[in-house]
């Protein structure tokens, strides 16, 4: 195996993806099947995986698919799920979760994904990658099934920083229709600013101040804002882009994983409760089959840390084989799309447009 962040000869004709391979719940077995479970689905892909050489060789090797699409980088320290943030910016360098972030950094990989502790991935992206400039907060975006004829909406942030102001807001509409071109090719995305209410008068300071702006701004960016939009909207009809900040989306995001899991338990529940119930499962067993498919949050597994000189995947801690492949599989789209490019055209277009026009001024009660 190689130990350096150059990939062999083999992986330059793919897109390269660095996985650190130590983050997940579920250790490094896992995240090794996922890999193997992309390559076996695309040609087109290769990988870097980080971790101790020790033990991820031996897993590489089980998957004849990985064969030639695949180096190992030596490291031998692994981030915790309890370790703080500044801990880990202190003394993980030696750290899989650092190595592969700095493959993306010295270009030999488009994309990192890590199943791995979310403030230290966020604070190690930000340090190393760097700040779009125009970017003063960095955002996670995720997908979430909806209603719309894309199947997905777009909502950030889900838990890169608990605060935003309206300026801060009026970039993640940015970002989050960038991400909504790239990963689900809407021409002229639809944006909701979530609120308490769709009334013009309620919602604190700030929302009132990244309306005034994503009004301003709609036009020249290539977006239709509309409006205040509740909780109810967020896997709706109504827009395709929902933006908030990061305390509200991560309460949102962790709500809605824990109401689909609750659901489904129900379901079974319902379907094994007698015989007849049973009977009835085994006569809806395809249509079941597809709402398991459909609710099922493995399959739309990774959010996006966005507003980086460099793209990150966060993948969920406890993601298994199929929830790692799903990350992956991301991704490699948004490496294809070259979406960091397009998304610091977007920011700095943005940019030159409010240095032209003058500061809106928050709404008074």
Known sequence: MNASHTPDIGLTQSTVISVDAMGGDLGPAAVVAGAARSARKN?????????????LAPLVAKYPELQGKCTVHNAVGVVQMSDKPSQVMRSGKDTSMWSAIDAVRDKSAAVCVSCGNTGALMALSMVRLRKLPGVNRPAIAVMWPSRNPQGYNVMLDVGADIRADGEDLANYALMGVAYA??????????????????????????????????EKMQRDAGFDYVGFVEGGDIGGTRCDVIVTDGFTGNIALKTGEGTAKLIGDFTRDAFTHSLWSKLGALCARGSLMRLRKRMDPRRSNGGVFIGLNGTVVKSHGSADELAVSSAIKLAFRLAQSGFTDHLAARVASAAALAQDDPQPQQNQE
């Open 43 to 55: 040609p087109d892909i290769a990988f870097i995986l980080h971790g101790p050489e020790t033990e």
């Open 181 to 214: 071109r790239e990963g689900l090719g809407l021409v002229r995305p639809r944006v909701g600013l979530l609120n308490v209410g769709t009334e013009e008068n309620k919602g604190r300071a700030e929302l009132k101040d990244a309306q005034e702006r994503m």
